[in-house]
């Protein structure tokens, strides 16, 4: 079964006091690694698609790794508009659709 | 490109009701999956439809049931609702195998 594990669970930082978020999974062969963003009463919103050890994909203050194991959403001075709850999702490659798994999140809390 | 849209945004029912919620993916996209997401259990897939086929179905009971149109558009139904489907439940779309989805804003559902 496969199984998605985000730490730490919340997140409290200063404005510009850098920090990173990881996803632990468990799958028998991964397809993708997905990154999605949530803020409170909306919908997760994408963020990055990783496919490969070693992969690293950047969008402004974020940059997305992965390992054969883990994957780490990294935060560059952030800023309190970061705040929001990061999800991690993995699709295996024995999945016959596009179903992912999520993990349970970080929530990330920027203060000025 | 208009995102995904879901209707309606909010929803109140009480229990032994049932409920259909819609789904319009993005243009061009012909794969949708939907999600329950709580704050005891996150996020969970339900169902995924490709060119109004199920692809893939998760651990729900037969109470959750869903379709898809010739247009793309589904919808999902839930019969005899109980308390515990009080949850957001979210549609996403994509274009193709293991590429990123794209979520809507997802509809409340409270059970009373």
């Known amino acids: 079964e496969d199984q998605v594990t985000q730490s730490p669970e919340a997140l409290r930082l200063q404005e510009g006091e850098s920090s990173s978020l990881n996803c632990s999974y468990t799958?028998?062969?991964?397809?993708?690694l997905f990154w999605y963003r949530q803020d409170p009463g909306k919908g997760p919103e994408f963020l990055f698609t990783?496919?490969?050890a070693g992969e690293e994909k950047e969008k402004e203050r974020l940059k997305a790794t992965l390992t054969k194991k883990e994957s780490f959403l990294h935060i560059t001075a952030p800023k309190p508009e970061d705040s929001a709850t990061y999800l991690c999702?993995?699709?295996?490659?024995?999945?016959?659709?596009?179903?992912?798994?999520f993990g349970g999140g970080t929530r990330l809390m920027v203060k000025p | 490109k208009a995102g995904v849209t879901q209707t309606p945004r909010y929803l109140i029912k009480t229990r032994g009701q049932q409920v259909t919620l819609s789904c319009s993916p993005i243009?061009?996209?012909?794969?949708v999956s939907w999600y329950q997401q709580t704050p005891g259990q996150g996020l969970q897939f339900l169902f995924e439809?490709?060119?109004?086929?199920?692809?893939n179905k998760g651990n729900f009971p037969g109470r959750f049931s869903g379709r898809q149109f010739s247009n793309s558009r589904s919808e999902m139904n839930v019969s005899t609702l109980e308390l515990g489907d009080s949850a957001l439940y979210l549609c996403?779309?994509?274009?193709?195998?293991?590429?990123?989805?794209?979520f809507g804003p997802g509809t409340r559902l409270t059970v009373l």
């Open positions: 799958v028998s062969g991964l397809r993708g």
């Open positions: 243009s061009g996209h012909r794969s």
């Open positions: 439809y490709f060119s109004e086929t199920q692809r």
């Open positions: 999702a993995v699709q295996a490659d024995n999945n016959a659709g596009n179903m992912l798994t």
């Open positions: 996403a779309s994509s274009w193709n195998l293991g590429v990123e989805q794209f």
């Open positions: 990783l496919y490969s």
